[in-house]
């Protein structure tokens, strides 16, 4: 009941709803996680994906709607699966090797006309880094989203 609660006062805060979620740690159990997005009314989870590895955790790059295996039944919550996560590109040195990992699986994503989805965190765009993340996240919505 706490969940649905304060999704409500963050919309009356922002003034408008809230129907996009993405848990932090991207802690994910399925059915459990689902279940409880599908009951507090949201439509879309970003949470899918690893934190420190490029990969997709569900298998695809493509969103999908949430099967319950247990109950049978389509849930109407739809799962955008992440490529990656800022945190899976702090062990390159310099931005030249986050952008050749990125542009790898860009470059693949789109032959099969999949979603790109990049997931960064504020600790590292707001944190003393060795790189300056700000800046290549600027760079990177500039490269692959405008």
Not at 40 to 47: K, N, P, Q
Not at 60 to 74: G, L, M, S
Not at 100 to 106: I, T
Request: net charge positive; with cysteine.
């Amino acid at each position: 009941m706490y969940f649905r609660e304060e999704k409500k006062q963050l919309g009356n805060l922002i003034n408008r709803p809230i129907s996009y979620a993405r848990l932090r740690y991207n802690k994910v159990n399925v059915p459990a996680t689902y279940r409880n997005l599908v009951e507090t009314e949201f439509t879309d989870d970003f949470s899918m994906g690893y934190t420190h590895e490029i990969g997709f955790r569900a298998g695809t790059c493509t969103p999908f709607y949430f099967y319950d295996i247990n109950t049978e039944v389509r849930q109407p919550i739809k799962i955008h699966p992440f490529a990656m996560h800022d945190y899976a590109l702090v062990k390159y040195k310099t931005k030249e090797e986050v952008f050749e990992k990125m542009d790898r699986v860009y470059r693949l994503v789109k032959q099969v006309k999949g979603d790109f989805v990049l997931v960064f965190s504020n600790e590292l765009l707001g944190g003393k880094q060795p790189l300056d993340w700000m800046q290549l996240y600027q760079s990177m919505l500039k490269r692959y989203y405008v």
